[in-house]
């Protein structure tokens, strides 16, 4: 007997602003991410009419997760880019801050610091291409776009956080692009899918594909 996963009980429909019965509730202060608002959504007795319906009834989740496989690799994409920017503002800082009359860039720690960032960066980028050849090659590339947005989100929250570190105090200081990138890539763990609902993708790709991790 098919699992009831409620899924077939989902509907999308479009709510045009200025709905009677439909208003914008509490706007959320977030960490990172400020020039995207997050809010609350109010329903009171607001009439939807047929014609703004998503799909058919019962289709919200197909229609939901129609373009998820687009909206995944460009947050892999997203993060190499800004796993990049922090990588290179890591490395400026490294040649140019004097402490103990060198360059920090030549204490080895730092050193290996700055080789495991580009090589996870590269890793990640490798990910992200693997999984953009396979969304043109394959009907079901679900697994490898869920494998390279773990991998990216993951590593750009690494490579975030070695950054902030190599610049020190000059990268806790609010106005250090690197503060900004530290907090903004923590939600790309979250939205589109948590890092552990990648794992259970990946996990029901490798079992079979009618088996619901
Ligand atoms: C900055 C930001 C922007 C967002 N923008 C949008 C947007 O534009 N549109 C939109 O629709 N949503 C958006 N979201 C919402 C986002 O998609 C959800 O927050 C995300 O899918 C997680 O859902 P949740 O918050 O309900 O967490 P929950 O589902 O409550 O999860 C809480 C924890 O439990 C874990 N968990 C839950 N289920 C399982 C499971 N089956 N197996 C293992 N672990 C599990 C999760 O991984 C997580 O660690 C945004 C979120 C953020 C932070």
């Known amino acids: 007997m098919p699992q009831d996963d409620g899924s077939s009980a989902i509907t999308a429909f479009l709510v045009e602003k200025g709905t009677p019965g439909f208003s914008i509730g509490r706007i959320h202060a977030k960490m990172g991410w400020h020039g995207y608002i997050m809010c609350e959504l109010v329903f009171?007795?607001?009439?939807?009419?047929?014609?703004?319906?998503?799909?058919?009834?019962?289709?919200?989740?197909?229609?939901a997760m129609s373009n998820i496989n687009d909206a995944r690799i460009g947050v892999a994409a997203h993060?190499?880019?800004?796993?990049?920017?922090?990588?290179?503002?890591?490395?400026?800082?490294?040649?140019?801050?004097?402490?103990?009359?060198?360059?920090?860039?030549?204490?080895?720690?730092?050193?290996?610091?700055?080789?495991?960032?580009?090589?996870?960066?590269?890793?990640?980028?490798?990910?992200?291409?693997?999984?953009?050849?396979?969304?043109?090659?394959?009907?079901?590339?679900?697994?490898?776009?869920?494998?390279?947005?773990?991998?990216?989100?993951?590593?750009?929250?690494?490579?975030?956080?070695?950054?902030?570190?190599i610049m020190g105090g000059a990268g806790y200081v609010a106005e250090s692009p690197i503060e900004m990138i530290y907090r903004d890539v923590r939600a790309f763990r979250i939205g589109e899918g948590t890092s552990e609902i990648q794992k259970n993708q990946i996990a029901r790709g490798l079992l079979g594909k009618g088996f619901r991790a």
């Open 79 to 165: 993060c190499v880019g800004m796993a990049q920017r922090a990588l290179d503002l890591a490395l400026e800082h490294a040649r140019t801050r004097i402490a103990f009359g060198k360059p920090i860039g030549q204490f080895q720690g730092l050193q290996w610091m700055l080789a495991d960032m580009a090589l996870a960066v590269e890793q990640a980028r490798a990910f992200l291409y693997a999984a953009a050849r396979d969304m043109e090659r394959s009907d079901d590339s679900r697994v490898s776009v869920s494998m390279a947005k773990l991998a990216a989100t993951e590593m750009a929250g690494r490579v975030a956080d070695q950054a902030l570190q």
């Open 44 to 63: 009171e007795d607001a009439f939807v009419p047929t014609a703004n319906l998503l799909g058919g009834i019962g289709q919200g989740l197909q229609v």
